[in-house]
């Protein structure tokens, strides 16, 4: 990816998971939503998905350990309709669960940019990016990698292209 495009991506990145984080999951925007949903232990695949206009973002998880906790996912359409983003994190910070798979699909765009994050223990709680063994980006999904993914996530980000043609 070219460094412009990369920076321009990542600055939108961070301006969409800025302002998400400061919307209140009732006041959803036209063009952005912040919905709540449980990720539920047990070892049986769930899905949660959310989309806005024609974009839309799955979530697809196995998890083991602990009881329910409660998720946010987040998805955004930029206001020229080129990018389409997705987050689903832990809001409390690190997950209790382990995660036995994991997968993100964005439907009507092309991924140019995803990570998945883990958390480090303790009270000055950060992400720390997955390594980058544990997961493979595709076209349009995000996915962990058997054998290499070592059953944490907090948070999953992943932005889109729309195939948006310009006139």
Request: with cysteine; net charge negative; glycine share 8%.
């Amino acid at each position: 990816m070219a460094p412009a495009i990369t920076c321009r991506v990542m600055t939108w990145m961070f301006v969409f998971v800025l302002v998400s984080s400061l919307v209140p999951t009732a006041a959803s925007a036209e063009r952005t939503k912040t919905v709540e949903f449980n990720v539920k232990p047990g070892g049986v695949v769930h899905t949660f998905s959310q989309s806005i206009m024609d974009y839309e973002c799955s979530f697809t998880y196995a998890s083991q350990g602990g009881t329910n906790e409660q998720w946010l996912m987040s998805v955004g359409l930029s206001d020229e309709d080129t990018l389409f983003s997705c987050s689903v994190w832990r809001p409390q910070g690190k997950s209790y669960l382990f995660f036995t798979q994991f997968k993100a699909e964005l439907k009507g765009t092309k991924i140019e940019y995803a990570n998945a994050y883990s958390q480090t223990a303790g009270a000055g709680q950060s992400d720390v990016p997955l390594r980058p063994d544990e997961f493979t980006i595709g076209d349009a999904t995000v996915t962990h990698n058997d054998g290499k993914f070592n059953a944490q996530l907090s948070k999953l980000t992943a932005i889109g292209r729309t195939r948006h043609d310009e006139l």
